[in-house]
């Protein structure tokens, strides 16, 4: 599979090229596709019921897409208003990412909401990260513009989770309550702050489909 982007960095939308028989995995309906492409599984992600079930759901909204003998082509965008960003697999290091940013993967790429690095935080039950291992293109999507942090051996910093984008396997971090007696939940974020640590790279947004989404639903009309 190959990934071509355009329109960013503020409607960005992603272009999987796929070879003969190849499959792509999205967490949207994709927006168009060529001649030959093939919905085969679906979760009926929607849209924006895909950004409320992915802030707080049990599972990850997955689309399959698959091309013909002479391969094809389909578009893919976010549900909010951002950029795309492409992350390259390489079968050795995995990511962690929210289950927000999840756009698109290839079909050898794996997505988890119960890896074992998760009962720290979760205590083994699903919460609002997935991780991402394999090889392949793993492609995200950003609430606003993209900030990629890389962080060195012993260099800190504070991310709201409503901003994190994704981290890699080499970051520590340490989930906890932003304030004493705020509301907080460990299935969408809401409350909690991640402390991380280098070395490794961090991915953020300067937006948060979390407050968006409060914000569309207070509104007249929202809902």
């Known amino acids: 599979m190959q990934v071509r982007t355009r329109h960013s960095p503020s409607f960005g939308i992603a272009r999987l090229v796929l070879a003969g ?10 927006v ?4 030959g492409i093939t919905r085969t599984t679906t979760g009926r992600p929607g849209k924006l019921g895909a950004v409320t079930r992915a802030l707080g759901g049990d599972s990850v909204p997955e689309t399959g897409y698959a091309a013909g ?15 795309v960003h492409t992350v390259e697999m390489d ?7 929210a289950r927000q940013s999840w756009l698109a993967a290839a079909g050898t790429v794996r997505l988890e909401t119960s890896w074992s690095g998760f009962r720290p935080l979760f205590g083994g039950q699903p919460g609002f990260l997935v991780h991402a291992s394999g090889q392949g293109q793993l492609v995200l999507a950003c609430c606003g513009a ?20 994704s981290y890699t396997d080499t970051v520590q971090c340490r989930l906890r ?13 809401a409350g909690l702050v991640f402390d991380f640590a280098g ?19 207070a509104q007249p009309g929202g809902g």
Request: charged share 20%; glycine share 14%; no cysteine.
């Open 91 to 97: 079968g050795r290091m995995g990511w962690t990412l």
């Open 177 to 189: 309550q932003f304030e004493q007696g705020r509301a907080q939940s460990l299935r969408t974020g």
């Open 146 to 165: 993209l900030d990629v942090h890389d962080l060195q051996t012993g260099e800190f910093m504070t991310v709201d989770t409503g901003h994190v984008v």
């Open 32 to 35: 168009a596709t060529s001649s």
């Open 199 to 217: 070395p490794g790279r961090v991915v953020t947004q300067t937006r948060s489909p979390r407050r968006l989404l409060s914000w569309s639903q």
């Open 69 to 83: 003998p002479q391969g094809g082509w389909l578009d893919v965008a976010p549900s909010f208003p951002g950029d």
């Open 21 to 30: 028989g190849e499959v792509a995995r999205t967490g949207v309906d994709a």
